[in-house]
């Protein structure tokens, strides 16, 4: 299977040699690496024009943006730039962070999962984080959902979704309609990926209401959304994070936020939440 990989991009000089290190490395290759460069002020270009040099499948682009980080909307509109420099010759498309070093049969473990099952339309594994001088899961989110730092996307599937949105709740949303059009979702254990920086290091203050916003423009409802935002500061060990998510969701409903799904979608969302949640307590 031929697989793409678009890897969004901003001062990643101290991570990206790594990451790009890992890829060339795996024991089934990519046909095509592109790196965006996200208005970088570091030497993260200059990483990626030497890798260029040496491996004819990697190749750079610039996209001008705000410097400003926040969640969502910034890396997939770089994400989008560099898709747009792609071709349709690949059989799966991966988003991938430029803070992570992969195992060297991670994609070849991927490859087997799409191939063993046509209805499979995204696979992952999962982050581990160094502390104290040993390398333990990042836990932020349910075992069951792929983390927005390496997702695989089928093809069909990526095309059936509409790609990916540039907003916050992207990496949720994305998985929600594969599962409304039929597609299954697949994590893998065994796939460690050493992630170097932790998740929302660079996220400025403005960006704490977004993850309420998110859950509104989800089509959630506040009951679920109490609930998801409890749960979420409650895993990231800040509980005071749950008046901003609730905040950031009455903000959204207040000025009527677009969702990012249609009524229908939103209607399928909810019901799989509550039976997840169902689940859960049952």
Known sequence: M????????????AY???????????????????????????TTAAIVLEFAKNYSFISLVYKTSDAIHLP?????????KGLGTL??????????????IFPTNYFETIIQHFQSDSKIGMVGG???????????LENLTDKDHIRGAFKAYRKETFKQIGGLKPAMGWDTVDELLCKFYNWKVVTDFSLKVKHLKPTGANYNK?????????????????LITTIASAKLAMMK?????????????????????PLLVTEEQAKFIRNYRWRKIKEKLF
């Open 72 to 80: 969502g909307s910034k890396v997939i509109q770089a994400f989008q």
């Open 126 to 136: 999962f982050a581990y984080i160094e502390k104290n001088g040993e390398w333990i």
């Open 2 to 13: 031929n697989y793409y990989i678009v890897i969004p991009s901003h001062n990643e000089e």
């Open 206 to 222: 403005t960006a704490r209401y977004k993850q309420g916003e998110a859950f509104y423009t989800l089509g959630y409802g506040f």
């Open 237 to 257: 060990k800040k509980p005071l994070l749950f008046f901003d998510y609730i905040k950031g969701f009455r903000k959204a409903k207040s000025e009527k936020s």
């Open 16 to 42: 990206i040699s790594l990451t790009l290190q890992s890829l060339v490395t795996q024991t089934v290759l990519p046909s095509k690496i592109v790196v965006v460069n996200d208005n970088s002020t570091d």
């Open 87 to 100: 071709d349709d010759h690949y059989d799966f498309i991966v988003k991938v962070d430029a803070d992570l």
